[in-house]
Every structure is written in C-alpha cells, then in structure tokens.
T-cell receptor, first 110, second 117 residues
Framework: RKEVEQDPGPFNVPEGATVAFNCTYS??????FFWYRQDCRKEPKLLMS???SGNEDGRFTAQLNRASQYISLLIRDSKLSDSATYLC???????????FGTGTLLAVQP | DTGVSQDPRHKITKRGQNVTFRCDPI?????LYWYRQTLGQGPEFLTY????????KSRLLSDRFSAERPKGSFSTLEIQRTEQGDSAMYLC???????????????FGPGTRLTVL
C-alpha cells in the first residue's frame, strides 16, 4: 500500500464547477499536510497547508480528518487556470521528508 | 530571483556516462532536499541535508548516486554510470528547518530533466 493515495483522475469539469479531491495517508504519526499544485513540466508549488481541522483560502478549502487519515481539497468556481495536477503531500512522522501522492489531474473546460 | 535554482535545466546523456547537477537553495534555508519524479508519479524523496550534514538517504539512492553540500550552501547530485532507468526530473527543494505544526515549507527549484539514451 502506498503511503499517500490519491485518485489520479483526470477530472474534467466545466468552468464554474465545484470539484473535490480526496487523499488518504497510512502513517498515523504524520504531522503536517499540504496540497501542492504542479503545472505540466514545472516544479510543484505549495497551494496550501492543511492544519488541524482544515483551512480556507479564497476558492480553495482543505480539510483534514486525523481519525480517518483523510485529506480533501475543494475548489469552488473552477477557472481555466486551475487546470493542473494537484499533489497531496504528507510530512513528518519519523522523518523530515515530504511524501507525495501520485497527483490528481484536473482539466477545466471552457 | 531569490528562489531555488538548479543547473542545468535539461541534460541528455548516453548510458554509462556520469552526470552532475547543482542546486542553489534560498539563501537563509538550512535544509536542502533532493527528489526524483518520473512521468505520472509524484516526486520521491532521495536525500536531505541539514546545513552540510547529509541526514537521510532513501533506498532509491543506489551506490551510483552521491550528493554533497560541502559548505552548507549549494548542493550537487552526481549519478555515475547512468542507466536508462535514471531518466527523470530531479528536483531540489529547500526549507528553513522549522519544527512544530506550522512546519517547514519546502520550496522547489525548476528541476533538472535528465534523459539517458
């Protein structure tokens, strides 16, 4: 079983739609959680951190459920510019490294 | 530009050749990480440094791979006797080295894309 699991998609949605991505992690000792965004052939960039019970940043909402070891990302009012791969990332436990999921590909259609 | 930089951005080499990549982290960051990403996968951790000390190495890092950070600033990743399976994007990241809940955001460089023919 992979340490971080995501649905690879692709998710094809029309502009203005609401889309949700889910992620599960296996190490209950994990300390911090993130969503990174990666455009095609570019480096990953931090989208948002996910702390405690979750947080919101504009159209983006991230939720964390430690009991179920589950993280989600909700994007409201999707824009064409939101098209990218969204990487679920877990940090900590016994190590300082980031552990990435395989990413979920989002394609927002006009 | 004060972000993480990597050089070269692209490298094409023949199987069996040695290659070396360089990473310059954000100047005040004392942690530096190397990751490898293949098509359709998320980045996979290779190794990390706290200042000049290499503190962890992944099992992915075979004995053909070596990384250094001699003065605690820039780092190099060398691959000896390259194989076609080494073809990937090699990403460098750096962080301040904070602990606690508001932890230690890692900022990535643009990567070096390696193609082994």
């Amino acid at each position: 079983r992979k340490e971080v699991e995501q649905d690879p998609g692709p998710f094809n949605v029309p502009e203005g739609a609401t889309v949700a991505f889910n992620c599960t992690y296996s190490n209950s000792a994990s300390q911090s959680f993130f969503w990174y965004r990666q455009d095609c052939r570019k480096e990953p960039k931090l989208l948002m951190s996910v702390y405690s019970s979750g947080n919101e940043d504009g159209r983006f909402t991230a939720q964390l459920n430690r009991a179920s070891q589950y993280i989600s990302l909700l994007i409201r009012d999707s824009k064409l510019s939101d098209s990218a791969t969204y990487l679920c990332v877990v940090y900590g436990g016994a190590t300082n490294k980031l552990i990435f999921g395989t990413g979920t590909l989002l394609a927002v259609q006009p | 530009d004060t972000g993480v930089s990597q050089d070269p951005r692209h490298k094409i080499t023949k199987r069996g050749q040695n290659v070396t990549f360089r990473c310059d982290p954000i100047s005040e960051h004392n942690r530096l990480y190397w990751y490898r990403q293949t098509l359709g996968q998320g980045p996979e951790f290779l190794t990390y440094f706290q200042n000049e000390a290499q503190l962890e190495k992944s099992r992915l890092l075979s004995d053909r791979f070596s990384a250094e950070r001699p003065k605690g600033s820039f780092s190099t990743l060398e691959i000896q006797r390259t194989e076609q399976g080494d073809s990937a994007m090699y990403l460098c990241a750096s962080s301040l080295g904070l602990t606690g809940e508001k932890s230690d955001t890692q900022y990535f460089g643009p990567g070096t894309r390696l193609t082994v023919l």
